[in-house]
């Protein structure tokens, strides 16, 4: 997968390509930490993202914990495969979705 | 059709890669082929977590597809510890983030987006099937 960040003072835009699995995870949770000092507003955006597993929802829950106390974090761009999952699991009710 | 891999987390690519090869010729539509995916992620990860470890174990992948309904129908085959994920209790969906625990949301997922999911211990051997109509 690629992972493109873009931070502008505070706003971190995170646009991860490809898929969130078991495997590749780690990277995209390595993007959010790399990043994530300073931000009060997480932009994560899934335009190229074909889908994510548990292992992806894992890394959101706790990066949305996080930024429930350090400022905003929403979700843009959602396909209707990756909709599908937020509602499954009942992560529509916990993301801020765009 | 079938493959067998070391049961390893780099390998779910591999599996991921020959049945997406297989969807593909179906002409399977792209949901459809993501939620396979999502699946294929979910369950061989829980055998390279929980199948061998420490040691490292082989898994076998089949494939096979149906007519009249048109379904998919994957095997996933390994001879290590007995373990059946269906056992797993579902997690509650509709607790807040700061309560929320993510523990079994990936099984979970597989059997809200499979048509069928069964498990079955034969010959030493753990044998996760599920399928798909398409």
């Known amino acids: 997968m690629t992972i493109n960040t873009n931070k502008e003072g505070e706003k971190l835009t995170i646009i991860p390509e490809g898929r969130i699995d078991t495997v590749t995870a780690p990277e995209f949770s ?38 429930s106390k350090l400022g905003t974090m929403k979700i843009i761009h959602v396909s209707d495969v990756i909709m599908d999952v937020f509602n499954i699991t ?9 | 059709m079938e493959i067998t ?5 780099e390998n779910v690519e591999k599996v991921t890669g020959f049945v997406n090869t297989e969807l593909d ?14 699946a294929i992620d979910e369950l061989f990860s829980n055998i390279a977590n929980y199948a061998y470890n420490p040691e490292i174990g082989k898994a076998t992948v089949k494939f096979e597809v149906q007519n009249n309904p048109q379904a998919v129908v994957i095997t996933f085959m390994d001879n290590g510890k007995p373990f059946d ?5 579902d997690p509650n969906i509709k607790l807040a983030a700061e309560d929320r625990d993510i523990g079994g949301l990936g099984i979970f997922m597989v059997k809200k987006t499979m048509d069928s999911v069964e498990y079955e211990y034969k010959d030493s051997h753990n044998i996760l099937k599920i399928k798909k109509h398409l």
Not at chain 1, 90 to 98: K, M, N, P, Q, Y
Not at chain 2, 5 to 9: E, L, N
């Open chain 1, 90 to 98: 009942g992560f529509v009710d916990i993301l801020t979705i765009e």
């Open chain 1, 30 to 67: 390595k993007a959010i930490d790399d990043n994530i000092e300073g931000v009060k507003e997480l932009v994560i955006d899934f335009e190229k993202l074909e889908y994510i597993s548990s292992a992806g929802l894992r890394i959101l829950l706790t990066t949305q914990k996080t930024m």
């Open chain 2, 85 to 89: 994920p269906l056992l797993r209790e």
């Open chain 2, 25 to 38: 010729k179906l002409g399977c539509p792209s949901k459809a082929k993501a939620e396979i995916d999502i």
């Open chain 2, 5 to 9: 891999v070391p049961a390893t987390i």
